[in-house]
C-alpha cells in the first residue's frame, strides 16, 4: 500500500527566502507525481506533474525534482512572496487511471 | 473555458437526510475523480468514472455512497442517510485520459451534518 510523506507538516518563512518542502513515498513504482497547492476553502490547483521517467520540472519561480528509486521528491520555492503561503500537497500515481495518493501536506507562510 | 465546476459550494444536511453533490468535468474530459477530505486529514480516493460506467471504487464507503456518471449531466455522489462522520469537504477531479495526465480538481463541496 502506498504512503506518502511530507515533511515539514509546517513551515514559517519570511519573504525571499528559497524553500525547500520534501515529499517521500514508500512504492518507487509510480507512473507520476504531482504537486498541487490548496488555499483555505478553496479546491487544489495543479503546480506541477512530473512524469516517472523525469528528474524535474519547472515552473516560474517552481521547481520539482524526482528521484523515484529513493522515493522523494522535492519542491523548490524560489524568492519566496507572501502570496505563496497556502498548503502544499504531494500526490502519486501508481496504478492506472490517475488515482492519486496525497500526503497530508505542508502549510506554508511567508510572512512580509 | 470553464474549469471543473462543483455545486453546491456548502451543504448542509441533517442526520439521516440525504445528500446530493454535483460536478461538471472541465470541457471535453470524459473521466471524473471523486476525492474526500476528513477535518485534519488528507485527501482520499473515493471513485473514478467514465460516462455511464464506474470504473474503480474501492475508495467507496460500503453503505450509503453511491456515485453516477450519465451519459447527459454532471457526475453525482450520492449520500444516504447522512452522519456526523460524513462531514468533509468532497472534491471532484477531472482529466482527459486515464493514464499519466493531470487531474483539474474543483472548488469543493463542504458537507456539514448536523
Known amino acids: 500500500k502506498q504512503e506518502v510523506t511530507q515533511i515539514p507538516a509546517a513551515l514559517s518563512v519570511p519573504e525571499g527566502e528559497n524553500l525547500v518542502l520534501n515529499c517521500s513515498f514508500t512504492?518507487?513504482?509510480?507512473?507520476?507525481l504531482q504537486w498541487f497547492r490548496q488555499d483555505p476553502g478553496k479546491g487544489l490547483t495543479s503546480l506541477l506533474l512530473?512524469?516517472?521517467?523525469?528528474r524535474e520540472q519547472t515552473s516560474g519561480r517552481l521547481n520539482a525534482s524526482l528521484d523515484k528509486s529513493s522515493g522523494r521528491s522535492t519542491l523548490y520555492i524560489a524568492a519566496s512572496q507572501p502570496g505563496d503561503s497556502a498548503t502544499y500537497l504531494c500526490?502519486?500515481?501508481?496504478?492506472?487511471?490517475?488515482?492519486?495518493?496525497f500526503g497530508t501536506g505542508t502549510r506554508l507562510q511567508v510572512t512580509l | 473555458n470553464a474549469g471543473v465546476m462543483q455545486n453546491p459550494r456548502h451543504l448542509v444536511r441533517r442526520r439521516g437526510q440525504e445528500a446530493r453533490l454535483r460536478c461538471s468535468p472541465m470541457?471535453?474530459?470524459?473521466?471524473v475523480y471523486w476525492y474526500r477530505q476528513l477535518p485534519e486529514e488528507g485527501l482520499k480516493f473515493m471513485v473514478y468514472?467514465?460516462?455511464?460506467?464506474?470504473?474503480?471504487e474501492s475508495g467507496m464507503p460500503k453503505e450509503r455512497f453511491s456515485a453516477e456518471f450519465p451519459k447527459e449531466g454532471p457526475s453525482i455522489l450520492r449520500i444516504q442517510q447522512v452522519v456526523r462522520g460524513d462531514s468533509a469537504a468532497y472534491f471532484c477531479?477531472?482529466?482527459?485520459?486515464?493514464?499519466?495526465?493531470?487531474?483539474?480538481f474543483g472548488s469543493g463541496t463542504q458537507l456539514s451534518v448536523l
Open positions: 512530473i512524469q516517472s521517467s523525469q
Open positions: 470541457k471535453g474530459h470524459s473521466h
Open positions: 477531479a477531472s482529466a482527459g485520459r486515464a493514464t499519466n495526465e493531470k487531474l483539474f
Open positions: 500526490a502519486v500515481n501508481t496504478g492506472t487511471a490517475s488515482k492519486l495518493t
Open positions: 468514472l467514465q460516462k455511464e460506467n464506474i470504473i474503480d
Open positions: 512504492d518507487s513504482a509510480i507512473y507520476n
